[in-house]
């Protein structure tokens, strides 16, 4: 591969495809929407707010399934407790937030 200029024909190719790519303005709209990166919307998930019942139960799962993992050592277990675990604890901090709000 050459790291040389195009040749003539070449860089009047590449000029012609770079005058399309600008005269598509659909093309040119999603670029630059793309540009503008916006947070995600966590207001769902900060304003989350459990009730017993539901922590109750991602703790029953939780540990039911880290001692099959562990009687069984069976990897989808293990993986099912790595994804419930996580849940039970956010769950449980935002219960024991709530509580403790004046």
Do not use: K
Not at 29 to 35: C, E, F, H, N
Not at 51 to 74: C, E, F, K, P, Q
């Amino acid at each position: 591969m050459t790291t040389g200029r195009l040749p003539d024909h070449g860089q009047r190719i590449l000029d012609e495809v770079g005058r399309a790519l600008r005269r598509d303005r659909r093309l040119e709209r999603r670029l630059r929407t793309g540009r503008l990166r916006r947070r995600p919307d966590l207001s769902r998930v900060v304003h989350y707010r459990p009730h017993v019942l539901t922590v109750g139960l991602l703790l029953a799962a939780s540990v039911s399934l880290m001692v099959t993992g562990i009687v069984t050592a069976r990897p989808a277990v293990i993986w099912a407790f790595a994804a419930v675990w996580p849940l039970a604890l956010y769950a449980v901090f935002r219960l024991l937030c709530r509580w403790t709000e004046p």
